[in-house]
């Protein structure tokens, strides 16, 4: 079945630095990926929908200067955490999908990726 | 506004006994509705969506458009089946993007 990985799966970093986040498919192209942010115990909140060759779009409440989604190519899609505070500590998810707009094709998920700022 | 409810979060059951986990939406459209699951430790994977009508591991979920609820079923939960159990909905026409509910941890004694 089709596989996302993310690196790294941990990291700590210090208050005020930035974090980038990687999201890959690696046995099919995702011309969609999205990110997603669950605290302990909770649902998974989307924060934005990334397509491949253009500008992410954000869920309302999310800043997306401080969440830079980069989508270079159709297997890699990034997320950069600029600016870090602990409040940003949470465990981050992406997913992709092979469909585009409008479709409905299955989400396959990466494994999470546990920020904590210190 | 699009919302997905699951009232419970906590469901424990004894093994063989049946089971349900409750799922209400809102939303305007004609939705697609999945339950996805994640087992300890594992990711998120897709269990089953309503447009396929089939029964994965002995679960069903079936979409009452009235009650606006897409409950999942099992008839004799499994130790196995332990698990956090998320409903989600998928707006058809926004890029396929997931509004999830709050999840249901599901706990099967033995």
């Known amino acids: 079945g089709a596989v996302v990985s993310q690196h790294p799966s941990r990291v700590i970093c210090k208050s005020g630095t930035s974090v980038k986040i990687e999201c890959r498919s690696l046995?099919?192209?995702?011309?969609?990926m999205f990110w997603y942010r669950q605290f302990p115990k909770q649902s998974l909140m989307l924060m934005a929908t990334?397509?491949?060759?253009?500008?992410?779009?954000?869920e309302q409440g999310v800043e997306k200067d401080k969440f830079l989604i980069n989508h270079a190519s159709l297997t890699l899609s990034t997320l950069t955490v600029t600016s870090a505070h602990p409040e940003d500590s949470s465990f981050y998810i992406c997913?992709?999908?092979?469909?585009?707009?409008?479709?409905?094709?299955?989400?396959?998920f990466g494994p999470g990726t546990r920020l904590t700022v210190t | 506004a699009q919302r997905v409810t699951q009232p419970e979060k906590l469901l424990s059951v004894f093994k063989g006994a049946p089971v349900e986990l409750k799922c209400n939406y809102s939303?305007?459209?004609?939705?697609?509705l999945f339950w996805y699951v994640q087992y300890s430790r594992q990711r998120l994977q897709l269990l089953l969506r309503?447009?396929s009508r089939e029964s994965i591991k002995g679960f069903t979920a079936d979409l009452n458009k009235g009650e606006t609820s897409f409950h999942l079923k099992k008839p004799f939960a499994q130790e196995e089946d332990s698990a956090m159990y998320y409903c989600?909905?998928?707006?058809?026409?926004?890029?396929?993007?997931?509004?999830f509910g709050q999840g249901t941890e599901l706990s099967v004694k033995p």
């Open positions: 997913s992709a999908t092979t469909g585009g707009a409008g479709s409905l094709n299955e989400q396959y």
């Open positions: 046995d099919f192209q995702a011309t969609t």
């Open positions: 990334s397509n491949e060759g253009s500008k992410a779009t954000y």
């Open positions: 939303y305007s459209g004609s939705p697609e």
């Open positions: 309503h447009i």
């Open positions: 989600a909905l998928s707006e058809g026409n926004q890029g396929g993007k997931l509004i």
